[in-house]
């Protein structure tokens, strides 16, 4: 009896330990372009902040930085401009991307959500993982790279949304980069995302 039960307390505990361990170990950050890249699809605004988060229409990790994000262009109001671009699997059809996200997306004031196809913009931009978020300034300089969540699928404070409000309202940069905790960005197989 006693050694059914402390079999069962370790496989508890390795199963936390591991759920734990996914929650809190990030994506692959951004290799983000230090200015605007000068042929992305759209251009930074010139009166204000521009924020791009890439976002696959299936993580559900996506659905705290859709929220976060909420909060800061509430915060934020007519300081900053935000895209949402979706990656958009080439081989897929668009019901498969048209996601509760794409409609969390679109209906925050001021958030412009499009679709990206083949993830081009994506890779313009360097980003790898769901949810990276990246601030450039109205002449194009990278501000921020990085998530605005504290780990997978978490809403509440966190470095990234500080950092963002902070070089937004004062220009003063706290932190340039955060973890991104997020799914693969173009790299996820879609089979696995519609087991899921």
Avoid: K
Wanted: charge should be positive; glycine fraction near 10%.
């Amino acid at each position: 009896m006693y050694v059914g039960a402390a079999l069962w307390i370790l496989t508890v505990g390795a199963g936390m330990r591991a759920v734990i361990s996914h929650a809190y170990t990030p994506g692959l950050g951004a290799e983000a372009p230090e200015r605007w890249p000068a042929n992305a699809r759209i251009q930074p605004e010139r009166d204000r902040a521009t924020l791009i988060m890439l976002a696959h229409p299936q993580c559900p990790c996506t659905r705290a930085s859709l929220g976060e994000l909420a909060l800061l262009m509430a915060r934020l109001r007519g300081r900053l401009t935000a895209h949402v671009l979706f990656y958009q699997p080439e081989q897929l059809p668009s019901g498969w991307t048209r996601s509760d996200l794409w409609d969390q997306a679109s209906s925050i004031p001021g958030v412009i959500a499009a679709w990206d196809p083949g993830g081009a913009e994506a890779q313009l931009f360097g980003g790898a993982t769901s949810g990276q978020v990246l601030v450039y300034d109205p002449r194009g300089r990278l501000l921020f790279s990085g998530g605005i969540t504290a780990s997978r699928g978490h809403s509440g404070d966190n470095l990234g949304r500080s950092a963002i409000v902070s070089a937004v309202t004062s220009s003063i940069i706290e932190r340039r980069r955060t973890p991104v905790f997020g799914c693969s960005l173009l790299n996820v197989s879609p089979r696995r995302l519609q087991q899921r």
